[in-house]
């Protein structure tokens, strides 16, 4: 399995949108903005190469150095099939 953490998607959404229009939106919409465009050019690439197998986006679920922290409540916010 491989886990994903994107720490800059706040950065992502203003340099596409510009640095005005990024402090309007929540950071939480940030985050799964990115992590849907992430989702599906990974997904498009992996099939590309023959890969089969899904990736998720999950929400309590987080890394922590070289820890994997579950926090209560473990929920997919998004799935696909490669």
Same mark, same amino acid.
């Given at each position: 399995?491989?886990? =994903? ?25 940030d ?10 050019? =990974?997904?498009?690439? =992996? ?13 309590? =679920? ?21």
């Amino acid at each position: 399995m491989i886990v =994903l953490k994107i720490t800059n998607a706040s950065d992502v959404v203003a340099s596409n949108i510009g640095k005005f229009l990024e402090r309007l939106t929540p950071d939480s919409y940030d985050q799964n903005k990115v992590e849907d465009i992430v989702i599906d050019r =990974l997904a498009a690439n =992996l099939r590309a190469e023959g890969i089969r197998g899904e990736v998720a986006a999950v929400k309590g =679920l987080d890394l922590h150095d070289d820890d994997l922290v579950i926090h209560d409540r473990l929920k997919i916010r998004r799935r696909k099939s490669i």
